[in-house]
């Protein structure tokens, strides 16, 4: 697995080819209606201060994950991924554990939340592996009403 700087090829081929949950997922929390619509929506936020990278593997673009601040020490946290995951699927988990989690408590991050819709049990599960914890539900938070779960890392 490869990891590299978000880049509007890399994400496209990543949106274009996503999970069919998190289609569901991306597009009940986005103002963007079509996949270049949310390629575009994601480089507008990484000219804001999202931090993001595409894991890829013999040159596919797999995964796309990131962090977006959303104010002093909290940040927002992100995945997304193609039904290809499970080949990157442990590297990528062991280099979020023992590099991204640490560097964000090495920042003075304090709180990493991350959503996800309700019924995205692989999602959920990845982030229970990860370390977040469950808070709670938010209810309507979508788009169209679904209930979305909060997990979070308190650092």
Known sequence: ?????????????????????????????????TPQEYVDEMMILKRAGLCGWIA????VP????????????????????????????LQLTRFVRRNIVP??????????????????????RWLEVLGAKREGVAKAFGKSGEDFTLYSWTL
């Open 1 to 33: 697995m490869l990891l590299h700087d978000i880049e509007p090829v890399g994400l496209a081929h990543v949106v274009h080819n996503m999970r069919e949950a998190d289609v569901r997922e991306i597009f009940a929390t986005t103002n963007a209606s």
């Open 56 to 59: 890829s593997q013999d040159d």
């Open 62 to 89: 797999i995964a796309a994950l990131g962090i977006m601040p959303m104010w002093h020490n909290v940040v927002n946290v992100w995945m997304f991924a193609t039904d290809d995951f499970p080949k990157i699927a």
């Open 103 to 124: 560097a964000l408590k090495t920042a003075g991050i304090h709180r990493a939340q991350c959503f996800s819709m309700d019924g995205h049990v692989v999602a959920q």
